[in-house]
């Protein structure tokens, strides 16, 4: 760096001495400093920029630059094309008289050499011009469309054009300086492209043609109008101007001073050898020889072109030395304007001159013809075409110099690929308005002062033909005259011809500063580039002689002024050239780009939408594969353990199994299941068992007089078996030789019990369609029990007539006990059900028809009191002699019981027996008539057969109306009091249909007995009785669902006589201020979830926002919106949010810090409990702004590829080859972005899929793999933005910290992962529980609610499941309870059954945690309400015994709370008995009731229902008898149904009236705690108190 600081510091010194350098620096020194910079740089020192590359357009001096807004709008003024058309069509071949055809292509040349204004913005920005009505480019439209001719705007400085005072200002892509980049290149890259590096040439060919451009140079591509086909650009002969293949004479040109340059080399290496000088090297020839070609160039320019468009001598424009404080900026007025005046002096065809004489070939080239072609037609010529071309082009005249311009340029000037015609005067009145060039005040000089554009009109030779076509065009406001129409119709004052004075002044004044400005200028003596002898010698070499040396031409054949047609036609001069005489133009072509991305872009997104569904399906196929190999598994273990017990027990069992097949039953579809057959002769029935001898189903086959089979021989081996009652039985064998020996053994089976079987064949398709399976049964069954209640309760809209079409099917229908007991929720083997069958089955059938369950409905729905106590009594009655034995009712106690599923032994009923006996005053009696069974049962409740029925399954939907009764009174003696009947309920079981102090049932009938023959009409004319009934009630009860008589501990509540007393009509309150209070509440609940969920989406709408404003409006120079409309915004948009939202999510699962951050003050803000909740709330949200995303991305790429490659100017870090196309295939998939991103989607739509509750659930170690994707995911983040096409990636920005803060948190589980914990104890509990115990690490601190995630070492250490602690902290042992539930539960209970059945070791656990969760704040409130469901109870467990060890311990000060309820939702407590036992020593501790416990069995019947009244008799006797349930051994009352969370939170408001805020947590099933969630919401919104809920789901 230091010695460029001292080269820069001694050319500056150099430049200030001036001539006085001359003997401060050695010659070598000198001539280094001294080379000419290829891009222009350090040409002035004080301005080292100035002329360079890349510089601005200047405002025009002459005059203001004028905008239609200011900064950038192009000024409005009339259509282009219809000035082009009026004022410059004409015929071509009217000849100058001044100038030769090579006059205007040099200055085309000369243009390309100072000027560079054709590359267009980027963005694009295109004017669109309405040729609609155009012929020539309308020729083929189709009616009503519109066609627009593009042109682009120039490139410009994005830093302008953005506000007024600072309009837009273009930019110029070549150096100003005459420098010879025309030749040479506008770098020294470009330059090396085009040297050989020997000898100081240009790299030609051997026909003296430059080489092919095979190191790819950023040359023009326009579709020659030949083929309408882009080329390779490797194709194209490397040149020095991007733009010299625009044209054959172009193209000559730059031939020309190639070869002139190779001239001067071998030259100057000749002179050396001649001169016996050392050789020079080839740097040192090709400096000379381009400093020379340079110096040619620029005397040429000056001192032969410019004189003589300004009809002047070289002396009138003569040198007068360096100018240092002269800018070398191209004016806007020259750049816009002036440089394309020669336009008008251009033919229309290139004359081809021949190699001897002065004639003209006959295979002259048509202009329009030759756009982008003129290699081809230069190098397919036997001769040296280019040179035929320049001297052709001196001998013919151009076109006159007026305002007419040849139909090749007007009509026929090239275009991209989409309009491959367009009309290039047009495009140059455009290109003025886009340079804000506008008719003003001109100041040319102090005689030419032009004030308005009045005086400068009238300053100009106009016709008055011309003013008046103006004046029409211009609708007669003439200060809108396109500058550029101005310049063409201009005349010379002096000699009335072209140009006119403002071109010449304006020509003259540009190319003298770039002049004067330029260091290196040739005669600039200061530079000593030169000595004065080479100086006249360069000014004394014309263009002839450049043509004479480079193309080897006697000068004999050209004139000695090359530009002028007086001279020329000394020499040789053609005629014009007319276009009639030349090849027609080919006609306009467009291009669609989209063209051949149709099945990419489809394809593609056909794939991304069938992706998912791949997905799924490989996913449940992969599932179905796994659960049939753990079945197998299964049943291989299972086999093996029956067949040890089989080889245990000895041959006595032998006959079992020999009277047993296997075989599989088809249920109906394609489903099959594994089944045993086995025939029992004792009681001639047909069981059909598991494969693990459980019971599936019976057949009795006595009732069949003639069992019809209908068998397949044939593959699938089939045989259906005909049940007429029942559904059909369906099985498969293995073999026919199976199914032969079923069908035989069957047959002798049936023969010996003097029965007769039918067997027919069959074919599989005939016995599937004729076999009546389960599923089609049930359509029956719902079909019959839809029309018995229809007829039971008039209801027509039940009526169904689907699987049975007429009143005689239905009348005749016949169910059996199993569908009996089914329609009763009930198994078949049930006492209770068998009592109440046989009670039914009037002509012992052993079926049931219509009239028999239409007669018990009845009876049990709208029958008296009365009446349901003969059916019950009739029902325990069992040997039928009018008396019920003391030991009848012990039987029928105990099946209740056992249906309840009770845990205590039922030895412990006769006590409670007897206790009703007493209670009813029948403790002498033995046997029991009808009056005393009736005192048996109503001894407690005189209303208690009023209010039950059965509770019928399918009834729930059925519609009827009751009486509705309200109780009135005290509390020690209620009456119940008919309603008015428009309060009565419609729907009859609704949950809220039975409450606490409002009975809605009536009774029916008379009291009548019914027999098997009454009527219907008889049954339905029973009246009820409407006389008030009395109610005592025995205790303080509490309202439930579906449970009137649910009681509640007195502890609960202490008032009871406030809960039966006016309960009927709500408390009135105002709607909008309970919906007010209830937003507040919930405000309050969930404050912290709603800040930090609106802090997330505050930022991500934030960053979305932001990016999309920017990309849509603030970013407008970038050029992304403008190519890709609003997609872009949209897209980047979300992909800001996908950055942020992909990132959040590492620290939602960092377990570690989460169970850190809960115990700081941070947990009172933010809920750190919550993270699971939230990891999947900013999941769905990376999701869908990944799906905004990809879908705005597709609609880029649709507008992409739409579009020109040159098009995407701004990926910058992107290259298209000028004949390229952008097509969707290769973008997407052999680009980094495209690539990365297809694999983003993909990995995202697996990780996706398998993250759902249903995989998790099902394939959770599938789960667990796919979603250590997140690594990859985020590697493919990383990677797919690198390429920075539109903004530098801010992914990592959002990412670092993230990252950083997960991998310590891993690291930390990674270290306790690494513990092996040796399970202490195992036991497998009913329900599929089982029960973990296991050493407690050392350092393992925990509060009681927290969980853990395990792995097994028998079942991967990869896999990581997370249970929550049933251990309190102060034990030295850690509990899981882990319900079978999944692949993952299921295989550890086996493992550690068959551990234990094989005396083998249990295996080893690795823990991860522990991890905090919201159910360890219970101690945090005064109140706590504890709401477990099923397995959920876990983190209860650990509560309650925490909480009871405080007590014992008397640590009860250090917590807050000071009461506890414990409500327990369970299906069957026998699942949980473990908890009993804790729930035991809760109440054994808990001498002040600190802990209220309420037990609810779900899986029963409704509160009204007969049973359920019953059980609750013998529960109250039972609790009276013992003081503890009967069903659980506990204090706690057990209630039937489902909790009412409403009501009970309501008296838990009422018993606790200074208690704002009370907890209530509950982990269950998504169902359950939506329940607890709406009942606190309500509750908070009618009551003083605040619910805050906090619950676990799994």
């Given at each position: 760096?230091?010695p460029?600081?001292?080269a820069?510091l001694?050319?500056?010194?150099?430049?200030i001495?001036?001539q006085?350098?001359?003997?401060?620096?050695?010659?070598?020194a000198?001539s280094?400093l001294q080379?000419?910079?290829?891009?222009?740089?350090?040409?002035?020192?004080?301005?080292?920029e100035?002329?360079?590359?890349?510089?601005?357009?200047?405002?025009?001096?002459?005059g203001?630059?004028?905008?239609?807004?200011?900064?950038?709008m192009?000024?409005g003024?009339p259509?282009p094309?219809?000035?082009?058309?009026?004022?410059?069509?004409?015929?071509s071949?009217?000849g100058?008289?001044v100038?030769t055809?090579?006059f205007?292509?040099?200055?085309?040349?000369?243009?390309?050499e100072?000027?560079?204004?054709?590359?267009?913005?980027?963005?694009?920005e295109?004017?669109?011009?309405d040729?609609?009505d155009?012929?020539?480019?309308?020729?083929?439209?189709?009616k009503?469309?519109?066609?627009?001719m593009?042109?682009y705007?120039t490139?410009?400085d994005?830093?302008?054009?953005?506000?007024?005072?600072?309009p837009?200002k273009?930019?110029?892509s070549?150096t100003?300086?005459?420098?010879g980049s025309?030749i040479?290149?506008?770098?020294?890259v470009?330059?090396?492209?085009?040297r050989l590096f020997?000898?100081g040439?240009?790299n030609?060919?051997?026909?003296?043609l430059p080489?092919?451009?095979?190191?790819?140079?950023?040359?023009?591509?326009?579709?020659?109008?030949?083929t309408h086909k882009?080329?390779?650009?490797?194709?194209f002969?490397?040149?020095?101007?991007r733009?010299a293949h625009?044209n054959?004479a172009?193209?000559s040109?730059s031939?020309?001073?190639?070869?002139?340059?190779?001239?001067?080399?071998?030259e100057y290496?000749?002179?050396a050898?001649?001169a016996?000088?050392?050789?020079?090297t080839d740097?040192?020839l090709f400096?000379?020889?381009?400093?020379q070609?340079?110096?040619?160039l620029q005397?040429?320019?000056l001192y032969e072109?410019?004189p003589?468009?300004l009809?002047?001598?070289?002396?009138e424009?003569?040198?007068?030395?360096y100018q240092?404080s002269?800018a070398?900026?191209?004016?806007?007025?020259f750049?816009?304007?002036?440089?394309k005046?020669s336009?008008?002096?251009?033919p229309?065809?290139?004359p081809?001159?021949?190699?001897t004489?002065?004639g003209?070939?006959?295979?002259s080239i048509?202009?329009c013809?030759?756009?982008f072609?003129?290699?081809?037609?230069?190098?397919?010529?036997?001769?040296?075409r280019s040179r035929?071309i320049?001297?052709?082009l001196?001998?013919?005249?151009a076109?006159?110099?007026d305002?007419i311009i040849?139909?090749?340029l007007?009509?026929?000037?090239y275009g991209?690929?989409?309009?491959?015609r367009t009309d290039?005067?047009a495009?140059?009145?455009i290109?003025?308005?886009?340079f804000?060039v506008?008719v003003?005040?001109?100041?040319?000089?102090k005689d030419h002062?032009?004030e308005?554009?009045?005086?400068?009109l009238?300053s100009l030779?106009?016709?008055?033909?011309q003013q008046?076509?103006l004046e029409?065009l211009y609708?007669?406001d003439?200060?809108k005259?396109?500058?550029?129409?101005?310049a063409?119709?201009d005349?010379d004052?002096e000699?009335?011809?072209a140009?006119?004075?403002?071109?010449k002044?304006?020509?003259?004044?540009q190319l003298t500063?770039?002049?004067?400005a330029d260091?290196?200028w040739?005669e600039?003596?200061?530079n000593?580039?030169f000595t004065?002898?080479?100086i006249d010698?360069?000014k004394?070499?014309?263009?002839s002689?450049?043509i004479s040396?480079?193309?080897?031409?006697?000068k004999?054949?050209?004139?000695a002024d090359v530009?002028?047609v007086e001279?020329?036609?000394?020499?040789?001069?053609?005629?014009p050239?007319?276009s009639?005489?030349?090849?027609?133009?080919s006609?306009?072509k467009?291009y669609d780009?989209?063209?051949g991305?149709?099945?990419a872009?489809?394809?593609?997104w056909?794939?991304v939408g069938l992706?998912p569904?791949a997905?799924i399906?490989m996913g449940y196929?992969?599932y179905?594969?796994?659960?049939?190999r753990?079945?197998?598994?299964?049943?291989?273990y299972k086999?093996?353990?029956?067949a040890?017990?089989s080889?245990?027990?000895?041959p006595a069992?032998?006959r079992e199994m020999l009277?047993s097949?296997?075989?599989?039953?088809?249920v109906g579809e394609d489903e099959l299941?594994e089944?045993r057959?086995r025939?029992?002769d004792?009681?001639?029935?047909?069981y059909?068992?598991?494969?693990?001898?459980?019971?599936?189903?019976s057949?009795?086959?006595?009732v069949y007089?003639?069992l019809?089979?209908?068998v397949c021989p044939?593959?699938?081996f089939?045989?259906?078996?005909?049940?007429?009652?029942?559904y059909?039985?369906?099985?498969?064998?293995?073999?026919?030789?199976?199914?032969?020996?079923?069908?035989?053994?069957l047959n002798t089976?049936?023969?010996?019990n003097g029965?007769l079987?039918?067997?027919?064949?069959a074919?599989?398709k005939s016995?599937s369609?004729?076999?009546?399976?389960?599923s089609?049964?049930?359509?029956?069954l719902?079909?019959?029990?839809?029309?018995v209640?229809?007829?039971?309760f008039?209801n027509?809209?039940?009526?169904?007539s689907?699987?049975?079409?007429?009143?005689r099917?239905?009348?005749?229908?016949?169910?059996?006990?199993?569908e009996f007991a089914?329609?009763?929720?009930?198994k078949?083997?049930?006492?209770?059900?068998?009592?109440?069958?046989?009670?039914?089955?009037?002509?012992k059938?052993?079926f049931?028809?219509f009239?028999?369950?239409?007669?018990?409905?009845i009876i049990m729905?709208?029958g008296?009191p009365?009446?349901k106590?003969?059916l019950?009594?009739d029902?325990?009655?069992?040997?039928g002699?009018?008396?019920?034995?003391?030991?009848?009712?012990?039987q029928?106690?105990?099946?209740?019981?056992d249906?309840?599923g009770s845990?205590?032994p039922?030895?412990?009923?006769?006590?409670?027996?007897?206790?009703?006996?007493?209670?009813?005053?029948l403790s002498d009696?033995?046997a029991?008539d009808?009056?005393?069974f009736k005192?048996?049962l109503?001894?407690?409740?005189?209303?208690?057969?009023?209010?039950?029925g059965?509770?019928w399954?399918?009834?729930?939907?059925?519609?009827?109306?009751?009486?509705?009764l309200?109780a009135?009174g005290?509390?020690?003696r209620?009456t119940?009091?008919k309603?008015?009947?428009?309060?009565?309920?419609n729907?009859l079981?609704?949950?809220d249909?039975?409450?606490?102090?409002s009975?809605?049932?009536?009774?029916?009938?008379n009291?009548?007995g019914?027999t098997?023959t009454v009527?219907v009409?008889?049954l339905?004319?029973v009246?009820?009785?409407?006389?008030?009934?009395?109610?005592?009630?025995?205790h303080t009860r509490?309202g439930?669902?579906?449970?009137?008589e649910?009681t509640?501990?007195?502890k609960l509540?202490?008032k009871?006589?406030?809960?039966?007393?006016?309960?009927?009509?709500?408390?009135?309150?105002?709607?909008k201020t309970a919906?007010v209070k209830?937003?507040?509440?919930?405000i309050?609940?969930?404050k912290?979830e709603?800040?930090?969920?609106f802090f997330f989406y505050?930022v991500?709408?934030g960053?979305?926002?932001?990016r999309?404003?920017?990309?849509?409006?603030a970013n407008?120079?970038?050029?992304v919106r403008?190519?890709?409309?609003?997609g872009?915004?949209?897209?980047r948009?979300?992909a800001?949010?996908c950055?942020?939202?992909f990132s959040?999510?590492?620290?939602?699962?960092?377990y570690?810090?989460?169970r850190?951050m809960?115990?700081t003050?941070l947990n009172l803000y933010?809920?750190f409990?919550k993270?699971?909740?939230?990891h999947?709330?900013v999941?769905?949200?990376?999701?869908?702004?990944?799906?905004?995303h990809?879908?705005a991305y597709?609609f880029?790429?649709?507008?992409?590829?739409?579009?020109?490659?040159?098009h995407?100017?701004?990926?910058?870090t992107?290259?298209?080859?000028?004949?390229?196309?952008?097509?969707?295939?290769?973008?997407?998939y052999?680009?980094?972005?495209?690539?990365?991103?297809?694999?983003?989607?993909l990995t995202?739509?697996?990780?996706?899929i398998f993250a759902?509750?249903?995989a998790?659930?099902?394939?959770h170690n599938?789960f667990w793999?796919v979603?250590k994707?997140f690594?990859?995911?985020?590697?493919l983040?990383?990677?797919?933005g690198l390429l920075?096409?539109?903004?530098?990636p801010n992914?990592?920005?959002?990412f670092?910290?993230?990252?950083v803060l997960?991998?310590?948190?891993?690291v930390l589980?990674?270290?306790?992962?690494?513990m092996?914990?040796?399970i202490?104890?195992?036991?497998?509990?009913p329900?599929?529980?089982t029960r973990v115990?296991?050493?407690?690490?050392?350092?393992?601190?925990?509060?009681?609610?927290m969980w853990?995630?395990i792995?097994?070492?028998a079942l991967?250490l990869?896999?990581y499941h997370?249970?929550t602690l049933t251990?309190?902290?102060?034990?030295d042992?850690l509990?899981?309870h882990?319900?079978?539930?999944?692949p993952?539960?299921?295989n550890l209970?086996?493992?550690?059954e068959?551990s234990?059945k094989?005396?083998r070791?249990?295996?080893n656990?690795?823990?991860d945690?522990p991890?905090?969760?919201?159910q360890?704040d219970?101690?945090?409130?005064?109140?706590?309400?504890?709401?477990g469901a099923?397995?959920?109870?876990t983190?209860y467990a650990?509560?309650l015994?925490d909480?009871?060890?405080?007590?014992?311990t008397k640590?009860r000060f250090k917590?807050k709370?000071?009461?506890?309820?414990f409500?327990?939702s369970?299906?069957n407590q026998?699942?949980f008995?473990?908890?009993i036992?804790i729930l035991?020593?809760v109440?054994?501790?808990?001498i002040?009731s600190?802990?209220?416990?309420?037990i609810?069995?779900?899986q029963?019947?409704?509160?009204f229902?007969?049973r359920?009244?019953?059980?609750?008799?013998?529960?109250?006797?039972a609790?009276?008898?013992?003081?503890?349930s009967?069903f659980?051994?506990?204090?706690?009352?057990?209630?039937f149904?489902?909790?009412?969370?409403l009501?009970?939170f309501h008296?838990?408001?009422?018993?606790?009236l200074?208690v704002k805020?009370?907890?209530v947590f509950?982990?269950?099933?998504p169902?359950m705690?939506k329940g607890v969630?709406?009942?606190?919401?309500k509750s908070?919104a009618?009551t003083h108190?605040?619910?805050q809920?906090?619950y676990?789901?799994f």
């Amino acid at each position: 760096m230091f010695p460029l600081v001292i080269a820069y510091l001694m050319l500056v010194n150099h430049f200030i001495q001036g001539q006085n350098v001359h003997g401060s620096l050695p010659p070598d020194a000198l001539s280094h400093l001294q080379m000419r910079h290829f891009e222009g740089f350090f040409n002035n020192p004080s301005h080292p920029e100035w002329g360079s590359i890349g510089q601005l357009i200047t405002d025009s001096q002459y005059g203001p630059v004028y905008y239609s807004d200011g900064t950038k709008m192009l000024a409005g003024g009339p259509n282009p094309r219809q000035i082009t058309n009026k004022l410059m069509r004409g015929p071509s071949g009217q000849g100058s008289d001044v100038f030769t055809a090579l006059f205007p292509f040099f200055g085309q040349l000369l243009m390309r050499e100072i000027l560079d204004i054709d590359e267009a913005s980027c963005p694009r920005e295109i004017y669109g011009v309405d040729v609609s009505d155009d012929p020539i480019f309308a020729a083929n439209k189709s009616k009503e469309e519109m066609i627009l001719m593009p042109v682009y705007r120039t490139k410009y400085d994005k830093g302008t054009g953005k506000y007024a005072g600072n309009p837009r200002k273009q930019v110029n892509s070549a150096t100003s300086w005459i420098d010879g980049s025309f030749i040479y290149g506008p770098s020294e890259v470009w330059t090396d492209a085009l040297r050989l590096f020997k000898g100081g040439l240009l790299n030609m060919t051997d026909r003296d043609l430059p080489s092919l451009n095979w190191r790819g140079l950023p040359l023009d591509n326009y579709p020659p109008p030949r083929t309408h086909k882009r080329v390779p650009p490797a194709s194209f002969w490397a040149v020095g101007d991007r733009r010299a293949h625009e044209n054959p004479a172009l193209l000559s040109l730059s031939i020309m001073f190639m070869r002139y340059h190779n001239a001067l080399a071998q030259e100057y290496a000749a002179e050396a050898v001649s001169a016996g000088s050392p050789e020079p090297t080839d740097k040192e020839l090709f400096r000379r020889a381009r400093t020379q070609t340079i110096a040619v160039l620029q005397s040429i320019i000056l001192y032969e072109w410019m004189p003589f468009i300004l009809n002047k001598t070289s002396s009138e424009v003569a040198y007068n030395g360096y100018q240092p404080s002269v800018a070398p900026q191209i004016d806007s007025l020259f750049a816009a304007v002036i440089s394309k005046w020669s336009m008008t002096l251009i033919p229309p065809g290139i004359p081809i001159r021949s190699e001897t004489g002065c004639g003209m070939s006959a295979d002259s080239i048509r202009l329009c013809e030759s756009w982008f072609d003129g290699q081809k037609l230069i190098n397919d010529s036997d001769t040296d075409r280019s040179r035929d071309i320049i001297l052709g082009l001196a001998a013919l005249p151009a076109e006159k110099e007026d305002h007419i311009i040849v139909e090749d340029l007007l009509d026929y000037h090239y275009g991209p690929l989409h309009f491959s015609r367009t009309d290039a005067a047009a495009e140059q009145i455009i290109r003025g308005r886009d340079f804000g060039v506008k008719v003003g005040k001109l100041y040319l000089d102090k005689d030419h002062i032009y004030e308005n554009h009045t005086e400068l009109l009238n300053s100009l030779n106009f016709t008055s033909e011309q003013q008046a076509l103006l004046e029409e065009l211009y609708e007669g406001d003439l200060s809108k005259v396109d500058l550029f129409v101005i310049a063409l119709m201009d005349k010379d004052n002096e000699s009335g011809t072209a140009p006119g004075y403002l071109v010449k002044k304006v020509i003259e004044q540009q190319l003298t500063r770039l002049r004067d400005a330029d260091y290196f200028w040739f005669e600039n003596k200061v530079n000593r580039l030169f000595t004065d002898d080479e100086i006249d010698q360069i000014k004394s070499t014309k263009l002839s002689d450049v043509i004479s040396k480079a193309f080897k031409v006697d000068k004999v054949r050209l004139a000695a002024d090359v530009f002028s047609v007086e001279k020329a036609r000394e020499v040789c001069l053609f005629p014009p050239l007319n276009s009639s005489n030349l090849p027609p133009c080919s006609s306009m072509k467009t291009y669609d780009y989209f063209a051949g991305n149709e099945a990419a872009f489809i394809i593609s997104w056909i794939f991304v939408g069938l992706f998912p569904l791949a997905v799924i399906g490989m996913g449940y196929a992969g599932y179905t594969f796994s659960e049939h190999r753990r079945k197998k598994g299964q049943m291989l273990y299972k086999a093996s353990l029956n067949a040890s017990a089989s080889s245990r027990k000895g041959p006595a069992n032998s006959r079992e199994m020999l009277d047993s097949f296997s075989a599989s039953e088809w249920v109906g579809e394609d489903e099959l299941k594994e089944v045993r057959i086995r025939l029992d002769d004792a009681k001639y029935v047909l069981y059909v068992q598991t494969v693990e001898g459980l019971p599936l189903r019976s057949a009795n086959l006595s009732v069949y007089e003639v069992l019809t089979l209908h068998v397949c021989p044939k593959s699938p081996f089939t045989v259906l078996i005909q049940l007429p009652k029942s559904y059909d039985l369906v099985l498969r064998f293995s073999s026919h030789d199976h199914l032969q020996k079923f069908c035989s053994k069957l047959n002798t089976y049936v023969y010996d019990n003097g029965k007769l079987m039918v067997r027919q064949p069959a074919s599989w398709k005939s016995i599937s369609k004729k076999a009546v399976t389960k599923s089609r049964r049930k359509e029956n069954l719902n079909s019959f029990f839809r029309n018995v209640f229809a007829q039971a309760f008039h209801n027509s809209d039940m009526r169904s007539s689907d699987a049975m079409s007429t009143n005689r099917e239905i009348v005749e229908f016949e169910i059996s006990k199993e569908e009996f007991a089914d329609s009763l929720g009930m198994k078949a083997n049930s006492k209770f059900v068998e009592l109440m069958f046989n009670v039914a089955d009037k002509q012992k059938r052993g079926f049931l028809r219509f009239r028999e369950i239409l007669e018990l409905v009845i009876i049990m729905s709208k029958g008296s009191p009365d009446r349901k106590l003969e059916l019950l009594f009739d029902m325990f009655d069992f040997s039928g002699n009018g008396k019920i034995a003391r030991n009848e009712i012990t039987q029928v106690v105990r099946s209740l019981v056992d249906l309840a599923g009770s845990s205590q032994p039922t030895s412990d009923l006769e006590p409670i027996v007897t206790e009703m006996y007493t209670c009813a005053g029948l403790s002498d009696k033995d046997a029991l008539d009808f009056d005393d069974f009736k005192r048996l049962l109503t001894s407690k409740d005189e209303n208690f057969m009023l209010k039950v029925g059965v509770d019928w399954k399918g009834l729930k939907k059925t519609a009827t109306k009751r009486p509705k009764l309200r109780a009135i009174g005290n509390a020690n003696r209620l009456t119940l009091e008919k309603l008015p009947d428009d309060s009565i309920d419609n729907v009859l079981h609704s949950k809220d249909s039975v409450r606490r102090g409002s009975y809605q049932r009536s009774e029916l009938g008379n009291g009548n007995g019914m027999t098997p023959t009454v009527s219907v009409e008889d049954l339905q004319s029973v009246l009820s009785e409407d006389s008030a009934v009395t109610a005592t009630p025995t205790h303080t009860r509490i309202g439930f669902y579906d449970t009137p008589e649910s009681t509640i501990d007195r502890k609960l509540v202490h008032k009871p006589s406030s809960l039966f007393l006016k309960r009927v009509e709500p408390p009135k309150f105002d709607p909008k201020t309970a919906r007010v209070k209830a937003f507040i509440h919930y405000i309050e609940n969930r404050k912290r979830e709603i800040a930090v969920l609106f802090f997330f989406y505050a930022v991500c709408i934030g960053l979305f926002v932001e990016r999309f404003v920017f990309y849509l409006y603030a970013n407008e120079h970038n050029g992304v919106r403008q190519t890709l409309n609003a997609g872009v915004a949209f897209a980047r948009g979300a992909a800001e949010v996908c950055s942020f939202s992909f990132s959040i999510l590492l620290i939602t699962m960092c377990y570690n810090m989460v169970r850190y951050m809960r115990e700081t003050v941070l947990n009172l803000y933010i809920p750190f409990d919550k993270n699971i909740v939230f990891h999947k709330i900013v999941a769905w949200t990376a999701v869908a702004f990944t799906a905004v995303h990809v879908v705005a991305y597709g609609f880029n790429y649709y507008f992409l590829v739409s579009g020109p490659a040159d098009h995407a100017c701004f990926f910058d870090t992107t290259f298209y080859p000028s004949d390229g196309f952008i097509r969707v295939g290769p973008t997407l998939y052999t680009t980094l972005p495209g690539i990365t991103g297809v694999l983003l989607i993909l990995t995202l739509i697996v990780m996706f899929i398998f993250a759902s509750q249903t995989a998790r659930r099902y394939m959770h170690n599938t789960f667990w793999i796919v979603h250590k994707l997140f690594i990859f995911l985020y590697m493919l983040m990383a990677i797919h933005g690198l390429l920075w096409l539109t903004q530098k990636p801010n992914f990592f920005y959002h990412f670092i910290g993230p990252c950083v803060l997960f991998v310590i948190d891993k690291v930390l589980s990674v270290t306790r992962r690494k513990m092996k914990l040796k399970i202490i104890q195992a036991d497998l509990l009913p329900s599929n529980v089982t029960r973990v115990m296991f050493k407690r690490p050392a350092n393992f601190e925990y509060k009681s609610g927290m969980w853990v995630r395990i792995a097994c070492d028998a079942l991967g250490l990869n896999e990581y499941h997370p249970f929550t602690l049933t251990s309190c902290p102060h034990e030295d042992f850690l509990s899981l309870h882990i319900r079978g539930v999944g692949p993952w539960t299921m295989n550890l209970r086996s493992v550690i059954e068959s551990s234990q059945k094989k005396e083998r070791a249990l295996p080893n656990i690795f823990v991860d945690g522990p991890f905090g969760s919201g159910q360890q704040d219970w101690y945090n409130f005064e109140v706590s309400v504890l709401v477990g469901a099923g397995i959920g109870v876990t983190p209860y467990a650990s509560i309650l015994k925490d909480f009871v060890h405080m007590m014992r311990t008397k640590n009860r000060f250090k917590i807050k709370c000071q009461k506890v309820y414990f409500i327990w939702s369970t299906s069957n407590q026998r699942s949980f008995e473990w908890l009993i036992d804790i729930l035991k020593q809760v109440e054994e501790v808990d001498i002040n009731s600190t802990v209220s416990t309420n037990i609810f069995i779900t899986q029963f019947f409704q509160g009204f229902d007969l049973r359920t009244s019953m059980l609750y008799v013998f529960e109250e006797h039972a609790k009276k008898l013992g003081g503890c349930s009967l069903f659980t051994g506990l204090k706690a009352t057990t209630n039937f149904g489902r909790p009412n969370f409403l009501e009970i939170f309501h008296k838990i408001s009422e018993e606790h009236l200074r208690v704002k805020n009370i907890g209530v947590f509950s982990c269950g099933p998504p169902g359950m705690t939506k329940g607890v969630e709406e009942a606190c919401i309500k509750s908070s919104a009618t009551t003083h108190s605040q619910f805050q809920h906090h619950y676990e789901n799994f």
